[in-house]
């Protein structure tokens, strides 16, 4: 099954907490706070995979999760972080921020590319140590990890693109052209899928070719298999634009090749503007004339114009050496750029994901926020310097300012997951 379009849900590894901890040996007194730090959260990766041509996996599994950090341990123990999760894709696959749709990665390459980025591990309480804060009862939380709902897409990496109407040979040409073997019979739509063929050229040249199922008009409004598949079109260096111009099926090649550019003008400008071939295939069963008369006015229109028959392989060399030809002058092929999380980014919508809630029910004050309750984990609420950390923490997060808005008054009782406290002006 082939499938081009997938939406997964990733999360990376959130850190560890920084953990709270004292030096106890024998014959030292006092040895001060030896707390470690919490592991860095695991990355979401993502790798090309050469045996994958589709999509169809993330169908049946759209949730991914890195590993968590470890927290931190006594004598100044670092917790483990998390393994990295990669998750392996087609090349040519273009991974996208789904409520932004801005590109992150374009997985055209070897190199993995880390889209989802692990959370800091937290810090331990040996870390706040000062001299007159001699024995610190608290330590920072570990940091969440990107979690991103994306959108998956193959724009697949071929350097020839194979366009034209159902029926007019383009399966025929790719298979004796290159090794691949697409179904090939007398009907419309026999290709419903991409077909890649490696074309040999000689011993130090060879390219993609890719088989685009057949266009017709209106695909790229959704009409037909065309809609599709265009996208598979983007990144090719060169078009080869089949007509069938021997008119057998009762329709004019002129009007086929103006419909089919249409088609790509409205799918994309630029694609539209990609150098284009023209292969008017079936010549075996065209007369002089209709060949003469469809170079002329292909011609007319700035392309270069080769008669063949695919299926007899008659002039289909010397297409192969133009093609070989052109793309020796063109540029590589298509990558989209990317514009990945940046850290400044992040730390903006750390900010905004610290939400909360406060509602007020028989003089008690319930404020609700998630990322509180790591928070509460790694604080000593009977130790004053802890509380005062907690303190500034609310304080710094807006807690403080939205409980005064509310009206509360000094004394009155303040609820966070079960811990309750007066508060205090």
């Known amino acids: 099954m082939f499938i081009d379009k997938a939406t997964i849900h990733v999360r990376a590894g959130s850190g560890g907490n920084g953990a709270v901890s004292f030096r106890r040996e024998k014959y030292i007194a006092a040895g001060g706070p030896d707390g470690g730090d919490g592991g860095k959260g695991g990355d979401i990766l993502f790798a090309a995979d050469t045996n994958l041509s589709s999509l169809v996996d993330f169908r049946y599994k759209r949730k991914y999760a890195a590993e968590n950090g470890e927290?931190?341990?006594?004598?100044?123990?670092?917790?483990?972080?998390?393994?990295?999760?990669?998750?392996?894709?087609?090349?040519?696959?273009?991974?996208?921020e789904l409520e932004t749709g801005r590109i992150l990665a374009d997985i055209s390459s070897d190199e993995p590319v880390v889209v989802a980025k692990g959370g800091r591990g937290g810090a331990g309480n040996q870390h706040f140590a000062t001299s007159t804060r001699q024995i610190p009862r608290f330590a920072k939380p570990g940091k969440p990890g990107d979690e991103l709902d994306l959108s998956l897409e193959l724009k697949l990496l071929a350097d020839v693109g194979l366009v034209g109407f159902p029926n007019v040979g383009k399966s025929t040409l790719i298979s004796v052209v290159s090794a691949a073997k697409p179904t090939i019979a007398n009907y419309h739509f026999t290709t419903l899928t991409p077909v890649l063929g490696v074309v040999k050229v000689d011993d130090r040249q060879n390219f993609v070719m890719a088989d685009i199922p057949g266009l017709i008009e209106g695909a790229s409004e959704g009409i037909g298999l065309g809609h599709d598949f265009l996208r598979h079109v983007e990144r090719c260096r060169l078009i080869v634009h089949v007509v069938d111009i021997s008119g057998m099926e009762g329709r004019d090649p002129k009007e086929d090749f103006?419909?089919?550019?249409?088609?790509?003008?409205?799918?994309?400008?630029?694609?539209?503007?990609?150098?284009?071939?023209?292969?008017?295939?079936?010549?075996?069963?065209?007369?002089?004339?209709?060949?003469?008369?469809?170079?002329?006015?292909?011609?007319?229109?700035?392309?270069?114009f080769y008669p063949i028959s695919a299926a007899t392989r008659k002039g289909t060399r010397e297409l192969?050496?133009?093609?070989?030809?052109?793309?020796?002058?063109?540029?590589p092929v298509k990558q989209f750029e990317a514009q990945p999380i940046s850290d400044e980014e992040r730390r903006l919508r750390e900010a905004a994901d610290r939400k909360f809630t406060i509602t007020v029910e028989n003089g008690v004050y319930y404020v609700e926020a998630d990322f509180l309750e790591s928070l509460l984990m790694t604080v000593n609420m009977e130790d004053y310097e802890s509380l005062q950390y907690f303190q500034r923490m609310l304080r710094q997060s807006g807690i403080i300012d939205a409980l005064e808005e509310k009206g509360i008054e000094e004394g009155d009782t303040v609820s966070i997951f079960g811990f309750q406290f007066d508060f205090v002006k």
């Open 71 to 96: 927290n931190g341990g006594a004598k100044r123990c670092s917790g483990k972080s998390g393994k990295d999760l990669v998750i392996r894709v087609p090349r040519g696959t273009v991974v996208r």
């Open 320 to 331: 192969i050496g133009a093609v070989a030809s052109a793309l020796s002058q063109l540029p």
């Open 258 to 304: 103006l419909a089919i550019n249409r088609e790509l003008a409205n799918f994309s400008e630029e694609l539209v503007a990609r150098p284009q071939i023209v292969a008017g295939n079936k010549c075996d069963m065209a007369s002089e004339e209709q060949i003469n008369l469809f170079r002329s006015f292909v011609e007319g229109k700035g392309y270069a």
